[in-house]
């Protein structure tokens, strides 16, 4: 099947303002930045949160695995 979760992603309606967003006010650990994406280090685990700029619904968080 699936060996972990590799990242949980969330899309967002404006990447600069949510960046800003989760490294001040959840004081997450940025740990890449494309310019499209950000990826962010949640306490010691090992499951990052990347957020990137899209179209926000009620499904728009996604859990993506590793297998």
Request: charged share 20%; aromatic share 10%; no cysteine.
């Amino acid at each position: 099947m699936f060996s972990k979760i590799d990242t949980i992603h969330i899309s967002v309606s404006q990447l600069d303002q949510a960046r800003m967003w989760y490294k001040e006010m959840l004081e997450l650990e940025e740990i890449f930045h494309s310019g499209h994406y950000v990826v962010f280090k949640v306490g010691a685990g090992e499951t990052p949160i990347t957020i990137q700029e899209g179209e926000v619904l009620a499904s728009s968080t996604k859990t993506i695995l590793f297998s």
